[in-house]
């Protein structure tokens, strides 16, 4: 006969270890615990940024109609008024990103102190898309108003996760939880690659409407704001408005003549080239350059 006193203390030391390994409780949702958070879809959980990494407002040049537009759409979601998904899409290092939690910041900062009128700002990564239903059911009935936003979305030839997208954004059965709204940035204007879109026309039946299809993803987005390379003149207040807001004292003559060398050998004007030349020049410097 089994003695299973004896077996007990067996028993008992490896539901501890098997404890040990699993990983730990998600704490419970607290969307009162900061202004921004990632969304991990492995864990469905939001997880606290206390601090987000961004660029004042005022220092984005070349996108004053952008910013002006997307200023205004997010002033009215955060009022609780009717606003559109924006889509900005265009040239890379154009500030795209940038004015999303730019202008996330600008509103915050005209907010109540209190955390629940302040309006979240939520990050989901391109690839967790399939999981956005379950984001929105998250973050449906919640009180706080939430802005997703999914950086660098894009779709390559045989990705169909594409279609979780475009229920959210116009279809459904429940739509789109009204404290929700979607701002994605693109290098593509209609998101999908080209090719994707041309291999859609050469094998499909109805060409036309294989093709329509796939653009209407893009479509469902009610704001289309653009981002385009910017002119030498663009490029160089970018570098003063840079330098004046960080106190990097350099005279203006080698400060012009060293911001272009350095956009000639990256091969690019844009607010990313003018960024990392202000972190070029600091370091020379010696100054630190921080941003509030």
Same mark, same amino acid.
């Given at each position: ?22 990983? !730990?409780?998600? !704490? ?7 202004? %921004? ?6 864990? %469905?959980?939001?997880?606290?940024? !206390? ?34 998904? %924006? ?5 890379? /290092? ?46 449906? /009935?919640?009180?706080?108003? *939430? ?82 390379? *910017? ?19 350099? !005279? ?18 844009? /607010? ?13 410097? /010696? ?6």
């Amino acid at each position: 006969m089994t003695d299973f006193s004896t077996l007990l203390p067996h028993l008992t030391r490896i539901a501890d270890a098997l404890e040990r390994l699993a990983p !730990p409780a998600n !704490p419970a949702l607290d969307l009162t615990a900061a202004d %921004a958070f990632v969304w991990h879809a492995d864990r %469905a959980w939001l997880e606290p940024v !206390p601090t987000v990494a961004r660029v004042e407002i005022d220092l984005l040049h070349g996108i004053d109609r952008s910013k002006d537009q997307l200023v205004s759409n997010t002033e009215r979601f955060a009022k609780g008024l009717p606003a559109n998904n %924006a889509l900005l899409w265009g040239v890379r /290092g154009m500030g795209k990103s940038s004015l999303v939690k730019a202008v996330h910041a600008a509103i915050n900062a005209n907010a109540p102190v209190d955390p629940a009128q302040r309006l979240a700002l939520i990050e989901i990564h391109r690839e967790d898309i399939p999981s956005l239903p379950q984001l929105l059911s998250v973050l449906r /009935g919640q009180s706080r108003r *939430c802005l997703l936003f999914c950086d660098d979305l894009s779709f390559d030839a045989g990705d169909t996760t594409y279609k979780s997208l475009k229920a959210i954004l116009d279809g459904g059965i429940e739509g789109r939880p009204e404290n929700v709204l979607l701002y994605a940035t693109s290098n593509r204007r209609h998101i999908l690659s080209r090719d994707m879109i041309e291999n859609e026309r050469s094998t499909a039946i109805h060409a036309g409407e294989a093709v329509e299809e796939k653009v209407s993803l893009s479509d469902r987005f009610g704001l289309w704001l653009g981002f385009h390379a *910017c002119d030498q003149d663009t490029y160089l207040a970018m570098i003063t408005g840079y330098a004046e807001r960080f106190a990097l004292t350099y !005279p203006p003559e080698a400060l012009r003549a060293e911001a272009l060398e350095w956009a000639i050998t990256r091969g690019a004007r844009s /607010g990313r080239t003018a960024w990392h030349f202000i972190q070029d020049l600091a370091g020379r410097l /010696g100054q630190e350059l921080r941003l509030s």
